[in-house]
């Protein structure tokens, strides 16, 4: 485990996706420490763990078992030592109403899940080497939602 | 309210009547006084000359008392002095008499009482004169002087007789003089006075007869009107009951009797029986509402059913106004309607909305699968033949590297299809929003989201001005990319293609065939292109979902299109055509409500 590396956490029920995740985070040459977990239960067991490292980034599916990611997006935003987390919503889903909505709750980004492997990598260079701070202040509904250039 | 048309005539009947009915008792009273006077006179006539003859009798008496002293003094036989012997009698007998006719004439009795005494004296008289004519006191000069003093009272007597003639005739002449001057009125102004009276009747008369026939033509037309709302009301399944809160009587319209299964008249309504036939479950509430009439004199909307004596269930809709009569009396007037074919339907219509509703529901969760389920299988297939690296290739036999590439052909074709199929639904199930947007704002942003393709094929857009709308904007700026992305796609090759987007104002009357017509005015936006054109016999079926002018092979696409361009402009309430002529280019038209 690195000591300086970027600590991010993946929610998603998908084995596969988790498989891609995890190839595409090796084939960037950005140091991060990245861990999985499989519904929104263990998300939000996780995060209330003391022992575990909170997160940088918080790539969060919507569609999960036991607790989608909807639910667990409010909850980490009413819970204070949570609430700072930066949360990309990693989703198959590109409907409005989702958008509108993970928008609303708090999320930093959303994300559609890309077909195609070297677009996934893009993408996750790309938010992981965002600047955050400026982003969040500048964020809005039209850049809320990832589109590459 | 006017009830009944208005008689005024009534009035004016009743005063002329009046009148004419006061001048004929003012005239017979003054006829009966005319008699009555008349009566009186003629009484008073009879009084005067009752009196006269008594007098006339005192008079012939006493002479007759002379005549027959005369005889006495010069023949000295008894005989002659009977007169004279009786003639005291009737003297008396006369003047009892005179005395009671005179009672009411104090100036009459006195004179009655004077010649009373004359008379008296002029029996002293007649005594003396034979007491001095008795040859046994025989005294000449005695008697000459009594029977000169008889000679003198005689005449005083016939001028006090005469005096008291005259005063009765006086008497009388002014009493009739007063009665003359009472019935003053001359006969001519008596007939004049019959004759108003009598032509005043005469008015009334006519009158009368006007108003009746007046009241028989409004009776007629009271009686056919009265036949039409009862037909009316048989046709319409409505009927009408009236309620005179005053006498608390209630009247129901035959069609009462009808819609609750019954003969007209069959019973005679009232409070208690108004729910007699009303169902079991209504009771209550219906109950609750005609008292509600009875405080508040009001009856809004009530719905309930009733129960027709063959247990027939019907739907009733009731309403009542209350309306005061011209002779003030509170009249709650009610209209039943006999709903149940409505409301049969419009449960049959719930029961539809609730299966729309359903399949509503269905349709969105089939979206939510699609664009959900669907697609993650597809991403995955198209992951991972991502991943297939140009290394694996290198090892792959040909025909392997053949088939990844029509894995990948395949899966992206099925992507698009799905990403279609899902704005297409999507065009209809998400939230319309109209916001007043300017369409030249919307057109730009199409152009931009087509910047590659445009460039690519250089085309040229040239656009007028577009107006400003309320639409739902992004379904406009899709309706913008998929018409001009469709000119570009089925351009002619070796030509630059060139669209002109042109707009204008029109009537909905010049469209009646396409347009809505409770919508006015429309804007018709012309999108013209000198693309490739297609058979002007498709141009109804190219807006058909699926329906597809050309091999996929040659133009890629999944037949959606159009389609969503078609339900993008219902979803405006507007409309979409499309001609063409083969290799000279397409005109869509878009009329879209101002």
Redo the contacts between chains.
């Keep these: 485990m690195q000591k300086n590396a970027l600590h991010i956490l993946l929610a998603d029920d998908?084995e596969?996706d988790r498989l891609?995740f995890k190839?595409a985070f090796e084939e960037i040459k950005i140091q991060t420490n990245v861990n999985f977990v499989h519904d929104g239960m263990q998300l939000m067991d996780h995060l209330m763990n003391q022992d575990n490292k909170l997160p940088d980034i918080l790539f969060l599916d919507l569609?999960m078992p036991k607790k989608t990611g909807k639910e667990c997006l409010i909850e980490i935003k009413k819970t204070d030592h949570l609430k700072d987390i930066i949360i990309a919503i990693y989703s198959?889903?590109?409907?409005?109403e989702d958008i509108e909505d993970t928008f609303i709750q708090g999320a930093n980004i959303y994300i559609k899940?890309?077909?195609?492997?070297?677009t996934?990598k893009k993408i996750i260079n790309e938010v992981v080497t965002v600047n955050w701070h400026y982003h969040t202040s500048g964020l809005n509904r039209d850049n809320f939602l990832l589109r590459l250039k | 309210m006017k009830w009944i048309p208005n008689f005024n005539s009534s009035n004016s009947l009743r005063v002329i009547f009046v009148i004419a009915v006061f001048i004929l008792l003012f005239l017979s009273s003054i006829a009966y006084k005319h008699n009555q006077d008349l009566n009186e006179s003629s009484k008073l006539v009879m009084h005067t000359y009752e009196i006269n003859i008594q007098l006339e009798r005192l008079m012939s008496a006493i002479k007759d008392a002379e005549t027959g002293q005369r005889g006495y003094i010069i023949t000295r036989n008894a005989r002659f002095l009977t007169p004279y012997i009786y003639s005291r009698d009737k003297v008396n007998t006369s003047f009892i008499t005179l005395k009671k006719l005179t009672a009411d004439n104090e100036p009459q009795q006195k004179n009655l009482q004077k010649l009373f005494k004359l008379i008296t004296q002029r029996f002293v008289s007649f005594e003396n004169c034979l007491k001095y004519s008795d040859p046994k006191t025989y005294d000449k000069r005695k008697l000459d002087n009594h029977m000169f003093g008889g000679r003198i009272l005689m005449e005083n007597i016939r001028f006090k007789v005469d005096e008291m003639n005259d005063i009765e005739k006086e008497y009388l002449k002014k009493r009739l003089k007063i009665y003359d001057d009472e019935i003053s009125l001359s006969p001519l102004f008596s007939i004049s006075l019959f004759l108003v009276a009598l032509s005043f009747i005469l008015l009334a008369y006519r009158q009368i007869s006007r108003d009746f026939e007046r009241l028989k033509v409004f009776n007629k037309k009271l009686l056919i009107s009265s036949g039409l709302i009862s037909e009316s009301e048989n046709i319409g399944k409505f009927s009408t009951w009236q309620w005179d809160l005053d006498s608390d009587k209630i009247d129901f319209s035959d069609n009462q009797f009808r819609l609750l299964g019954l003969e007209p008249k069959s019973f005679a309504p009232n409070r208690a029986t108004l729910l007699k036939y009303v169902h079991p479950d209504d009771k209550e509430s219906v109950a609750k509402a005609i008292d509600g009439i009875v405080e508040k004199k009001n009856l809004p909307f009530v719905y309930y059913k009733i129960v027709r004596p063959d247990f027939e269930v019907r739907y009733f809709k009731t309403i009542g106004k209350l309306l005061t009569d011209q002779q003030g009396s509170k009249i709650l007037l009610g209209i039943n309607f006999d709903i149940t074919d409505e409301h049969l339907l419009n449960i049959e219509l719930q029961e539809r909305n609730k299966e729309l509703e359903k399949s509503n529901k269905e349709l969105a969760s089939f979206n939510h699968v699609a664009s959900h389920d669907l697609q993650e299988p597809l991403r995955k297939i198209q992951t991972f033949i991502s991943r297939v690296s140009d290394a694996d290739k290198a090892v792959m036999s040909e025909s392997a590297k053949n088939y990844i590439s029509k894995i990948e052909t395949s899966a992206k074709r099925m992507r698009v299809l799905i990403d279609d199929l899902l704005l297409f639904s999507r065009t209809n199930t998400t939230k319309k929003e109209f916001i007043k947007v300017n369409l030249n704002e919307l057109l730009d942003n199409a152009e931009s989201e087509l910047a590659e393709i445009i460039e690519e094929k250089k085309a040229v857009i040239k656009t007028n001005k577009l107006p400003k709308l309320s639409v739902i904007p992004y379904q406009i700026e899709q309706l913008f990319i998929n018409l001009i992305g469709n000119s570009l796609k089925y351009s002619q090759p070796n030509l630059e293609p060139e669209i002109i987007i042109s707009s204008e104002k029109v009537i909905s009357a010049d469209y009646p065939k396409i347009l809505e017509q409770s919508i006015k005015k429309f804007h018709k936006i012309t999108f013209t292109d000198n693309g490739m054109g297609f058979d002007p016999q498709f141009k109804e079926t190219i807006f058909i979902l699926f329906q597809r002018l050309h091999s996929k092979t040659d133009y890629p696409g999944t037949g959606i299109g159009l389609a969503i361009c078609k339900k993008i402009v219902e979803n405006h309430k507007g409309h979409i055509t499309a001609d063409s002529t083969l290799g000279k280019g397409s005109v869509f038209t878009v009329f879209l409500p101002d």
Excluded at chain 1, 92 to 96: A, H, K, Y
């Design positions: 998908d596969d891609f190839d569609n198959t889903s590109s409907s409005e899940k890309p077909s195609d492997f070297n996934l």
